[in-house]
């Protein structure tokens, strides 16, 4: 079966230094989303892309967070500075696209455990 | 706003005990309504869903039914196994949206 591929799996890293997140939807998924889980809490969307294009990016702190999909398959998502409070597991799904694309389920990866020290 | 709303956990039980875990929601029109399980050191997975009231969606003994007038999607299973042990999370996708929101998720141990 298909799978989202995420990488890191884990990433430590110190305030204020750069990180980054890849990720790799399932082939032929046109809606790719980027959660935040912190521990002890279900997953909070940061930005969602349909395509190459954001359709929603209200939750991410645009000041330090970015994300880009450019040809409209893989994804990157980057935080810099990270800060303390960054810390979380950074989770990417996919979903497919149809004509009720709202019934279609979320394909989650592995995610990248995310430690700021 | 939409929002997904379930039983604080954790849950323990015994085996072949039954399982209801409540899951209530707050949208607007008919929103698709989802359970996720997340097994230890496992990323989500589907468990079940339901896309309109009246709705049971099943999977692996687990049934959850869509109710409209309740608002509600609870999930249940009549004879819980210790495989069973995971974190379970309610989520909705509103009517004509993409954005999926997450209950804060349920914590279930079952004992030998």
């Known amino acids: 079966e298909a799978e989202v591929a995420q990488s890191p799996r884990y990433k430590i890293t110190e305030k204020s230094q750069a990180v980054a997140f890849w990720c790799d939807p399932i082939?032929?998924?046109?809606?790719l989303y980027w959660y935040r889980q912190i521990l002890g809490q279900g997953p909070e969307l940061l930005v969602q892309?349909?395509?190459?294009?954001?359709?929603?990016d209200s939750q991410l702190p645009k000041d330090r967070f970015s994300a880009e999909r450019l040809k409209g398959v893989d994804s990157t998502l980057k935080i810099q500075p990270a800060e303390l409070g960054d810390s979380a597991m950074y989770l990417c799904?996919?979903?497919?696209?149809?004509?009720?694309?709202?019934?279609?389920?979320?394909?989650f990866g592995n995610g990248t455990r995310l430690t700021v020290t | 706003g939409d929002s997904v709303t379930q039983m604080e956990g954790p849950v323990t039980l015994s085996e072949e005990a039954f399982l209801t875990i409540n899951c209530t929601y707050t949208?607007?029109?008919?929103?698709?309504l989802f359970w996720y399980v997340q097994y230890p050191g496992e990323s989500l997975q589907l468990l079940l869903k339901?896309?309109?009231?009246?709705d049971k969606g099943s999977n692996k003994g687990f049934e959850a039914t869509y109710r409209k007038e309740t608002t509600s999607f609870h999930l249940e299973k009549g004879s819980v196994q210790v495989s069973d042990s995971a974190v379970y999370f309610c989520?909705?996708?509103?009517?004509?949206?993409?954005?999926?929101?997450f209950g804060a998720g349920t914590r279930l141990f079952v004992k030998a």
């Open positions: 799904a996919s979903s497919a696209q149809g004509e009720s694309s709202y019934n279609s389920p979320l394909h």
């Open positions: 082939s032929g998924h046109a809606t």
């Open positions: 892309f349909q395509d190459e294009s954001v359709v929603d």
């Open positions: 949208a607007t029109g008919y929103p698709s």
């Open positions: 339901a896309t309109k009231a009246d």
């Open positions: 989520a909705l996708t509103p009517t004509g949206g993409f954005k999926t929101i």
